[in-house]
């Protein structure tokens, strides 16, 4: 099986060290990180690569490119970026998850059982440690002194207060990594964070499980949905997360 495969750059190392191994063939698309902070452009830009992929496949045509069997997009609802994707000519294969986190994680009901339990959990994975100003003291410095600059002392106040009002939903840091990319230096970067915002700290040992099954073409799953060709992925609004509709 050929499959094109469009992800966050924050599953790189994960999506690379399944892949090495899979027994499928796969094109790797990583997109920026950055794009989460604006679910609409990720979305376009989703899109985009969709259409992509099919234009270099020899398309626009009716005639369906075997070459290709589908498209998996290794992204969670993510702000409802994905709703609204879709492929004119190949089955597109999400999994059923809020966050890439799940594929970290495992599986959506591992996932869901911590959620349950510690429904205010800011994750810390390789990823998003390498790619991304993680909450913590470095970010929240950071932050304030580019609004000093800008804006002068009394209003920096201000906006970091703003700045910080979604970080009170959490109270807990939780580092999540599989066997082979965990590193000391990213528990200890989670660990700085949780002593900073003073949260509680817990970790959890990943598993490649629900990825690699999805990069094998196994996804007769709970977990996973495949859209049929020309229909879009929405929200669900229930705990499979996402549906797929014409």
């Given at each position: 099986?050929?499959?094109?495969?469009?992800?966050?750059?924050?599953?790189?190392?994960?999506?690379?060290?399944?892949?090495?191994?899979?027994?499928?063939?796969?094109?790797l698309?990583?997109?920026?990180?950055?794009?989460?902070?604006?679910?609409?452009?990720?979305?376009?830009?989703?899109?985009?690569?969709?259409?992509?992929?099919?234009?270099?496949?020899?398309?626009?045509?009716?005639?369906?490119?075997?070459?290709?069997?589908?498209?998996?997009?290794?992204?969670?609802?993510?702000?409802?970026?994905?709703?609204?994707?879709?492929?004119?000519?190949?089955?597109?294969?999400?999994?059923?998850?809020?966050?890439?986190?799940?594929?970290?994680v495992?599986?959506?009901?591992?996932?869901?059982?911590?959620?349950?339990?510690?429904?205010?959990?800011?994750?810390?994975?390789?990823?998003?440690?390498?790619?991304?100003?993680?909450?913590?003291?470095?970010?929240?410095?950071?932050?304030?002194?580019?609004?000093?600059?800008r804006?002068?002392?009394?209003?920096?106040?201000?906006?970091m207060?703003?700045?910080?009002?979604?970080?009170?939903?959490?109270?807990?840091?939780?580092?999540?990594?599989?066997?082979?990319?965990?590193r000391?230096?990213?528990?200890?970067?989670?660990?700085?964070?949780?002593?900073?915002?003073?949260?509680?700290?817990?970790?959890?040992?990943?598993?490649?499980?629900?990825?690699?099954?999805?990069?094998?073409?196994?996804?007769?799953?709970?977990?996973?949905?495949?859209?049929?060709?020309?229909?879009?992925?929405?929200p669900?609004?229930?705990?499979?997360?996402?549906?797929?509709?014409?």
């Open positions: 099986m050929k499959l094109h495969v469009i992800a966050c750059s924050v599953m790189t190392r994960e999506i690379s060290l399944v892949a090495a191994t899979c027994e499928n063939t796969l094109h698309h990583f997109m920026e990180q950055e794009l989460h902070n604006q679910p609409d452009e990720l979305r376009k830009v989703l899109q985009a690569e969709i259409d992509s992929i099919e234009a270099a496949a020899g398309r626009p045509g009716a005639v369906r490119d075997e070459s290709a069997d589908a498209i998996v997009l290794a992204y969670g609802l993510c702000s409802n970026a994905i709703c609204g994707v879709r492929s004119r000519y190949y089955p597109v294969v999400a999994p059923r998850a809020h966050d890439c986190v799940t594929l970290i495992g599986s959506r009901e591992r996932y869901q059982e911590y959620f349950d339990r510690h429904p205010g959990t800011y994750w810390y994975t390789p990823g998003w440690i390498e790619q991304t100003p993680i909450p913590g003291k470095e970010r929240v410095e950071r932050t304030r002194a580019q609004y000093v600059e804006y002068g002392e009394e209003n920096a106040d201000y906006l207060d703003m700045e910080q009002e979604w970080l009170r939903v959490y109270d807990r840091c939780a580092y999540v990594a599989w066997p082979e990319l965990h000391d230096e990213y528990r200890s970067a989670t660990r700085d964070s949780a002593a900073y915002l003073e949260w509680e700290y817990d970790e959890m040992v990943g598993d490649d499980g629900l990825l690699r099954r999805i990069l094998n073409g196994e996804w007769d799953t709970v977990d996973v949905l495949v859209v049929p060709p020309g229909e879009t992925i929405e669900s609004y229930d705990r499979s997360i996402i549906e797929s509709t014409d």
